[in-house]
T-cell receptor, first 115, second 115 residues
Framework: QQQVKQSPQSLIVQKGGISIINCAYENTAFDYFPWYQQFPGKGPALLIAIRPDVSEKKEGRFTISFNKSAKQFSLHIMDSQPGDSATYFCAATYFSSGSARQLTFGSGTQLTVLP | DAGVIQSPRHEVTEMGQEVTLRCKPISGHDYLFWYRQTMMRGLELLIYFNNNVPIDDSGMPEDRFSAKMPNASFSTLKIQPSEPRDSAVYFC?????????????FGPGTRLTVL
């Protein structure tokens, strides 16, 4: 129930194209859904996040779409650039009194944007 | 701020040896997390601390793993004795407050290879 399923495992997109990564969850207690971006040799870094009370959040070329009833959310990268080539992780977390918000990560998507 | 600092960045050791990984969290952050990343299992939370106190170590794989946080600016993850299956990238992350939506800031990781 704690699992977050992510697809695809890898994605190759032409420069200027749209990259779409999908995630699904089971635990309805999750109330915050961040996406992390990881470049080779670096730690993951927060890219964008959404709360389930909204269906979409946009920051520049990055958009999260959220479907609460389907328990699914996705990351869209518009006008993909070679510099976007990285591994993307979706995650989910919930608040539990007396403990920390623990991130449950998806398995990751390796995105390659061809020049 | 320099961000989360980890050392060493790379560690190669032989099976049976003791390995100590080090982490300096961002100043002022109350929470510290240790993660392990492998191709097979993705990002796994091993243990986390709140104000230097270990709160949840349920992710620690075996008694061979131990973690300490003697003060607010330093934490260690020790593996004794190490085994080849411990080979992974180990990340430390810190968070200013985990009750809110504050993000976790990851260090660059330590790549451990056990021969």
């Amino acid at each position: 129930q704690q699992q977050v399923k992510q697809s695809p495992q890898s994605l190759i997109v032409q420069k200027g194209g749209i990259s779409i990564i999908n995630c699904a969850y089971e635990n309805t207690a999750f109330d915050y859904f961040p996406w992390y971006q990881q470049f080779p040799g670096k730690g993951p870094a927060l890219l964008i996040a959404i709360r389930p009370d909204v269906s979409e959040k946009k920051e520049g070329r990055f958009t999260i779409s959220f479907n609460k009833s389907a328990k699914q959310f996705s990351l869209h990268i518009m006008d993909s650039q070679p510099g976007d080539s990285a591994t993307y992780f979706c995650a989910a977390t919930y608040f539990s009194s007396g403990s920390a918000r623990q991130l449950t990560f998806g398995s990751g998507t390796q995105l390659t944007v061809l020049p | 701020d320099a961000g989360v600092i980890q050392s060493p960045r790379h560690e190669v050791t032989e099976m049976g040896q003791e390995v100590t990984l080090r982490c300096k969290p961002i100043s002022g952050h109350d929470y510290l997390f240790w993660y392990r990343q492998t191709m097979m299992r993705g990002l796994e939370l091993l243990i986390y601390f709140n104000n230097n106190v270990p709160i949840d170590d349920s992710g620690m794989p075996e008694d061979r793993f131990s973690a300490k946080m003697p003060n607010a600016s330093f934490s260690t993850l020790k593996i004794q004795p190490s085994e080849p299956r411990d080979s992974a990238v180990y990340f430390c992350a810190s968070s200013p407050d985990s009750g809110s939506y504050n993000e976790q800031f990851f260090g660059p990781g330590t790549r451990l290879t056990v021969l």
